[in-house]
């Protein structure tokens, strides 16, 4: 699965227990799956990541077993996100070497690393801008009535 597919499916995840928070108890991954739509499975994986960073808690065993927020939903923003679960750059640089005999090819990676280091900055200034919280009252806004 794509990184930014596996990002939007940890931003479901963790609107989805954000929206069931008051609760205050562990919700089963297959309970989670059913709103993402995918195999339990999968999400374990992604949740696995998200209880790494200390976003989520995990409860094994058999009732009561789930998962929850770790923090409250105004206090992850999508940049805590972001950095859970994406390893690998936004952007990448060529897999191998450009042709260093071309005038283009010369300059074509130190000319990229900048456009791409800023862009990847303005995103990650944005993402820290938003919190789980935000998304949920953003979705509930977007909902059929």
């Known amino acids: ?7 939007t ?3 479901h995840i963790l609107a ?16 989670i799956a059913n709103s993402v739509g ?9 949740l696995g990541q998200l209880a790494k960073a200390g976003l989520v808690l995990v409860q094994h065993g058999g009732t ?20 859970a679960v994406v390893q690998t750059p936004l952007f990448e640089l060529h897999h191998s070497r450009p042709n260093p005999n071309c005038l283009i090819g010369q300059g074509i990676q130190p000319a990229l690393q900048l456009v791409y ?12 801008e938003e919190s789980i919280a935000d998304l949920v009252v953003s979705s509930l806004a977007h909902r059929k009535r």
Do not use: C, H, Q
């Open 16 to 31: 989805w227990l954000a929206y069931w928070a008051e609760k205050d108890e562990f919700l089963p991954s297959d309970r």
């Open 9 to 11: 499916v940890a931003l």
């Open 64 to 83: 009561g077993a789930g998962w929850k927020l770790a923090r409250r939903p105004e206090e992850i923003s999508l940049l805590d996100v972001y950095e």
């Open 38 to 46: 995918t195999n339990p499975v999968f999400l374990r994986r992604i």
């Open 1 to 7: 699965m794509a990184v930014v597919s596996r990002y």
């Open 117 to 128: 280091r800023d862009s990847e900055e303005a995103m990650k200034r944005r993402l820290a």
